[in-house]
């Protein structure tokens, strides 16, 4: 258990739709980042939230965007879905983005169909 | 490291042996590296942690190894039991990176019986 939740855990959603997933981090953690994995693959680095403010991204088009609220939860949210937009997205917290231990929730499977 | 197709290194070990899962990593400038434990259908599990600074970390049942001067990482767990069956990642991050996780292509460690 590390105190990393996610919703929904699983859904399915046609192409050309948007999607919003959910984080909520550990407690006193105040960094979000987000991962796309697809089957078969390491996780992918999407972008960070640090403080309410995106500090870093990965190589991902501008239809990924995200926020993070006051209470460093945070969303995900994909526009125009492709069918390649279908895997397992992951959250992960820390305390900081100094380098103190990541934790992972369990993700959220989206299938674009 | 970049993660790899669907086709994963794969590890097999006997209930009790020891187990050793190596990964090459990337970026000379990370400082920073983390072996996770993924078991099918959910999100990635720290296991262990090491800096830059050190060459060798213990845990309960593990240990990891740092290499820098060939970058690479070494998981050895001890008495593997059949809980342990799971895709372990290495994972690598810098300061400068927003401490972003860039994954190595995951190895699949079976035990049997």
């Known amino acids: 258990e590390t105190g990393v939740t996610q919703s929904p855990t699983h859904l399915i959603k046609t192409r050309g739709q948007q999607v919003t997933l959910r984080c909520s981090s550990q407690s006193g953690h105040n960094t979000v980042s987000w991962y796309q994995q697809a089957l078969g693959q390491g996780p992918q680095f999407i972008f960070q939230y640090y403080r309410e403010e995106e500090n870093g991204r990965g190589n991902f088009p501008p239809r990924f965007s995200g926020l993070q609220f006051p209470n460093y939860s945070s969303e995900l949210n994909v526009n125009a879905l492709e069918l390649d937009d279908s895997a397992l997205y992951l959250c992960a917290s820390s305390r900081d983005n100094s380098g103190n231990t990541i934790y992972f929730g369990e993700g959220s499977w989206l299938t674009v169909v | ?113």
């Open chain 2, 1 to 113: 490291g970049e993660s790899v197709g669907l086709h994963l290194p794969t590890l097999s070990v006997q209930e009790g042996d020891n187990s050793i899962i190596n990964c090459a990593y990337s970026n000379s400038a990370s400082d920073y590296f983390i072996w996770y434990k993924q078991e099918s259908g959910k999100g990635p599990q720290f296991i262990i942690d090491i800096r830059s600074n050190m060459d060798k970390r213990q845990g309960q049942r593990v240990t990891v190894l740092l290499n820098k001067t060939v970058k690479h990482l070494s998981l050895q767990i001890a008495a593997t039991q059949p809980g342990d069956s799971a895709v372990y990642f290495c994972a690598e991050t810098y300061s400068g990176s927003a401490r972003q996780l860039t994954f190595g292509s995951g190895t699949q460690l079976t035990v049997l019986p």
